[in-house]
């Protein structure tokens, strides 16, 4: 597989950003990335996405609607109306809209141009997307490779992610083990994920998440970035280390506080 000094090096990140938003839960995982590639990949994403603003503040009203509708998108296969949420988190209309207006500024769950509806929350989303889950009896779609290899991890359940290669169109298929935590397969066997760099400026579904992509090989990956995207930096990433940043960052979403 192509190595990370194959790739135009991105520019250095500042120390790992971290952030307690539960007792005794952090996001992101840092101890889910083993490999010094994966933990690069991992804080340029958080620096591209700008967590520590996103992050800023976040209270537990907030956490419980986002919550909310993440368990909506297992339990039913897609985001809630405004008045299944309402219902659901026993709060009213006007409360509710507030609450998603301020996920919406952290762009963390993204909203129709009225406001009205929901249509994703990372890393789920209601468009079909080249990203297809199968969790439980529950089809599902995720914004970018890598939200697609955390799904499992998040609800705690095995997955199976049917994608394609981005450059060849190849059918990708990955199932995981061990409620989502391990690869299980991966076909082909030499797919890989690349990680790309590209600054949310306000939604990442439209901007990030569209360079966060699999490859059926390596070959596949140079071949596209040599033709269509000379210039984006970013990492190559094994489906190994993929899953691992997917886990270190959806982990620890849907998790207890503890104590």
Request: proline share 5%; charged share 25%.
């Amino acid at each position: 597989m192509a190595s990370i000094e194959t790739i135009e090096q991105p520019r250095a990140v500042k120390g790992p950003f971290s952030l307690e938003f539960r007792p005794g839960v952090t996001f992101p995982e840092w101890d889910a990335v083993s490999s010094e590639n994966a933990r690069h990949a991992l804080s340029a994403i958080l620096e591209a996405f700008g967590a520590e603003d996103c992050w800023a503040d976040f209270q537990p009203d907030e956490d419980q609607i986002r919550k909310t509708v993440l368990r909506s998108y297992l339990s039913v296969g897609r985001a809630p109306s405004l008045s299944e949420l309402t219902e659901a988190a026993h709060l009213s209309l006007q409360e509710v809209r507030r609450l998603l207006q301020k996920l919406r500024k952290r762009d963390l769950v993204v909203l129709s141009g009225d406001g009205e509806s929901i249509t994703g929350a990372y890393p789920l989303t209601d468009n079909k997307t080249e990203h297809r889950i199968t969790v439980g009896d529950r089809t599902v779609y995720a914004m970018c490779a890598i939200d697609a290899l955390g799904v499992g991890y998040m609800y705690g359940a095995d997955v199976t992610i049917e994608s394609s290669c981005r450059a060849t169109g190849r059918l990708i298929r990955i199932s995981t083990k061990n409620q989502g935590a391990q690869l299980e397969s991966h076909e082909p066997g030499n797919a890989v994920v690349w990680s790309g760099i590209r600054p949310t400026h306000g939604t990442a579904a439209n901007t990030l998440c569209t360079v966060l992509a699999f490859f059926a090989s390596d070959v596949a990956l140079e071949k596209w970035r040599l033709e269509e995207h000379p210039d984006q930096r970013g990492y190559a990433l094994s489906m190994q280390e993929g899953l691992e940043v997917g886990k270190a960052i959806f982990g620890p979403m849907l998790r207890s506080p503890s104590g």
